[in-house]
């Protein structure tokens, strides 16, 4: 499948900005079944502890990969049905927070079609008032995947329908869905999970719900903490625009979790099993270098740390790698203008 839609050479393929939300529930799903997951990840540049990590982007490629490997392993045809209704508010992080303290349906919709990309959505989303008295939120396939699109439904519309019922009540009901395929063997799963009419063979994908429904308000509506919520979704949102290579992602990671040991460019491209010259290409085709990207890491998170003023300069320079902290206060300098104690002073509300 991949090698056929990787050969159209859309370059979205390729680029790891992708949250693992999906790929999280698909492993936790598997360890409850005692399935071993370690096979899905092999090849794809990816460490099993890596999922989990909020900093982890992935590519179509490998979402669509191990996917595909945990369809095949799991042996569950109505897998994508099995991952969404597992779904809620919570589950969505930020962007649930943000539509649970929205003023109502409305707002709570527009939010979710504004941070979709937020959540690890491998869909995209949009809206269709076209008809009287109807809304349709409508799923495309940003890259072509027609073999997976059963299974991206699935899961997008059936954990669209429990953070819908998580807004307006446990009741709420569609009024239907079409679907773009064929009915598949189990297509009465689909009736119990939505409680609706299932069209199939349908010329569009879409969720279709009451329009009386964006009339609705929210008790807990929170203009303070909505507006604090949403400026978060907008940085999150921000970092996720961002394009980067699966390789260059990969040396992010890498180096995040072993900043305290001062990786060097060879002992990183020997873990990825490339030779420095090989992944030197890679990067530069990315606009970045291994030392831009090193210093870039080891920016953020000496920031994030001399945040907490009961780490020392020397600590804190340690846990980034630098044995000696007058080597770490000239490196910090040079990074940002400025040296760790004036960051910490001026962080310091006192």
């Not at 050969?7 to 939300?21: F, I, M, Y």
């Not at 990786?263 to 990825?272: G, H, I, K, N, Y």
């Amino acid at each position: 499948m991949l090698q056929r839609c990787t050969a159209t050479g859309d370059a979205r393929w390729s680029v790891a900005n992708l949250p693992t939300n999906i790929l999280c529930h698909l492993v936790q799903l598997a360890r409850e079944q005692r399935t071993d997951p370690a096979p899905w990840f092999r090849g794809l540049r990816l460490e099993p502890e890596e999922i989990s990590d909020p900093h982890t982007r992935v590519s179509y490629r490998q979402a669509f990969e191990f996917i595909a490997r945990a369809q095949r392993a799991l042996g569950r045809p109505d897998l994508g049905l099995v991952v969404g209704r597992r779904q809620n508010l919570g589950n969505f992080g930020l962007l649930g927070l943000a539509m649970k303290t929205a003023s109502g349906f409305s707002e709570a919709i527009a939010l979710g079609m504004t941070f979709q990309r937020t959540t690890g959505a491998l869909l995209d989303l949009d809206i269709d008032a076209g008809r009287d008295g109807e809304i349709a939120m409508r799923a495309h396939l940003p890259v072509p995947a027609p073999e997976l699109l059963p299974f991206l439904c699935e899961e997008m519309f059936a954990s669209c329908l429990m953070v819908a019922r998580d807004l307006a009540g446990s009741c709420f009901a569609p009024l239907r869905v079409e679907l773009a395929y064929p009915a598949p063997a189990y297509a009465d799963e689909y009736v119990a999970s939505f409680g609706c009419e299932v069209r199939f063979d349908q010329p569009r994908n879409a969720l279709v719900v009451d329009d009386a429904l964006m009339s609705l308000t929210f008790p807990t509506y929170n203009p303070v903490t909505a507006r604090q919520v949403q400026e978060l979704c907008h940085r999150q949102l921000m970092l996720d625009m961002q394009e980067q290579s699966e390789v260059a992602a990969a040396v992010e990671r890498y180096l995040r979790r072993h900043l305290a040991e001062n990786p060097t460019l060879s002992r990183v491209a020997s873990s990825m099993h490339l030779s420095e010259r090989t992944l030197r290409r890679h990067l530069a085709a990315d606009g970045a270098t291994f030392s831009a990207l090193h210093d870039s890491i080891r920016t953020e998170c000496a920031m994030e740390l001399l945040r907490d003023p009961r780490l020392s300069i020397a600590h804190v320079g340690s846990h980034i790698g630098f044995n000696d902290a007058r080597e770490f206060r000239r490196a910090f300098k040079r990074w940002t203008g400025q040296t760790p104690s004036e960051v910490r002073a001026d962080a310091d509300p006192a």
